[in-house]
């Protein structure tokens, strides 16, 4: 069963994806824990843009706040994705209990497609969550790639105060120990 009230808001003028062995202190631009994965300007917080999750409830990824959050924008026809998302599920179930939650924002589809193709997949430990207002992935873009149109998969790390201290542009080795080490990191900060 999957846990609701997930990643909420809109990954509007926030969210950056981290990760890895490098220090969670990287200055922004600097390569993380991959090549893809980088730092993101200090003082950036998560968008506060309704979100709906899986039990019908509405709310923002500020909600998480205590958590250190992955979230992934995808689509159902993006190929990489469906490469992308086995590997993250296996991420989210092996940092259970750790203080690290696992969210995939879907782009195009609405809350009982994105629900249906999880679980079509086997793909439980990832929470599923919707952008009502269909912009969020735009801003985004706009905000850590310069670009309205945004290219999946494309994620985010946000810290356990919310702000994004990562963005990560295509596939990730999410099993590897650089990138739990800098989630880890991440939680043990304060």
Same mark, same amino acid.
């Given at each position: 069963?999957?846990?609701?009230?997930?990643?909420?808001?809109?990954?509007?003028?926030?969210?950056?994806?981290?990760?890895?062995?490098?220090?969670?202190?990287?200055?922004?631009?600097?390569?993380?824990?991959?090549?893809?994965?980088?730092?993101?300007?200090?003082?950036?917080?998560?968008?506060?843009?309704?979100?709906?999750?899986?039990?019908?409830?509405?709310?923002?990824?500020?909600?998480?706040?205590?958590?250190?959050?992955?979230?992934?924008?995808?689509?159902?026809?993006?190929?990489?994705?469906? %490469?992308?998302?086995? $590997?993250?599920? =296996?991420?989210? /179930?092996?940092?259970?209990?750790? !203080?690290?939650?696992?969210? *995939?924002?879907?782009?195009?589809?609405?809350?009982?497609?994105?629900?249906?193709?999880?679980?079509?997949?086997?793909?439980?430990?990832?929470?599923?969550?919707?952008?009502?207002?269909?912009?969020?992935?735009?801003?985004?873009?706009?905000?850590?790639?310069?670009?309205?149109?945004?290219?999946?998969?494309?994620?985010?790390?946000?810290? %356990?105060?919310?702000? $994004?201290?990562? =963005?990560?542009? /295509?596939?990730?080795?999410?099993? !590897?120990?650089?990138?739990? *080490?800098?989630?880890?990191?991440?939680?043990?900060?304060?």
């Amino acid at each position: 069963m999957r846990a609701t009230a997930l990643f909420a808001a809109i990954l509007a003028t926030s969210l950056t994806l981290g990760g890895g062995s490098v220090p969670a202190d990287a200055a922004a631009g600097d390569a993380v824990f991959a090549k893809n994965v980088v730092a993101t300007e200090p003082g950036i917080t998560v968008p506060t843009s309704e979100l709906q999750y899986e039990n019908g409830r509405k709310g923002s990824l500020s909600d998480y706040a205590g958590e250190v959050l992955v979230v992934t924008l995808w689509q159902e026809d993006c190929p990489w994705c469906m %490469k992308e998302l086995p $590997v993250l599920n =296996r991420l989210s /179930g092996a940092m259970q209990g750790e !203080g690290v939650r696992v969210v *995939a924002l879907g782009l195009d589809q609405e809350m009982g497609l994105i629900t249906r193709f999880l679980d079509q997949r086997e793909l439980g430990n990832i929470e599923p969550i919707m952008d009502l207002e269909k912009i969020n992935g735009s801003l985004l873009s706009i905000e850590h790639f310069g670009r309205w149109s945004i290219a999946t998969p494309t994620s985010f790390i946000v810290d %356990k105060k919310g702000n $994004v201290v990562a =963005r990560i542009w /295509g596939l990730v080795d999410w099993d !590897g120990d650089a990138a739990r *080490a800098y989630l880890r990191s991440l939680v043990l900060q304060g």
